[in-house]
């Protein structure tokens, strides 16, 4: 769109208004006033230092099979085994292997009860149990 000012003779006005160019570079220049002197000055930082010592990884031990079947009966590696007892032996297990938890396998039958389960799942969460998978 042309403008045309009284005392030209129909030639349009071209002007471009700078005003808002020079508010963006003033506060462009202030951020960059405000901002550079903490650019440097150094700061401090502790990184690791590579190591050529090689750490020992223990071998995980063996994983739990447990099993329940469709009459709600425990199974240890095979062998029957009572709720109560379950308990105790994750727990026993969770000691003997600290920080290197064997994996709790639990192969469940479809007829099994959902509280029996859930009894399995609260003792093994008891046991602090990290690795914890379903078979079938």
Request: aromatic fraction near 4%.
């Amino acid at each position: 769109m042309a403008f045309s000012a009284a005392g030209n003779s129909g030639r349009p006005l071209a002007d471009i208004n700078v005003t808002p160019l020079v508010d963006v570079m003033l506060v462009l220049l202030i951020i960059f006033i405000v901002t550079a002197p903490m650019v440097a000055i150094p700061i401090p930082v502790d990184l690791p230092q590579r190591s050529e010592r090689v750490l020992p990884r223990p071998d995980p031990p063996p994983p739990i099979e447990l099993r329940v079947d469709a009459d709600n009966q425990l199974y240890w590696n095979g062998q029957v085994l009572s709720r109560q007892a379950m308990q105790e032996q994750l727990l026993e297990q969770a000691q003997m292997h600290a920080g290197n938890l064997p994996e709790l396998r639990i192969d469940a039958s479809p007829d099994a009860q959902y509280e029996v389960m859930a009894q399995v799942l609260a003792a093994a969460n008891n046991a602090h149990m990290e690795r914890i998978s379903f078979v079938r």
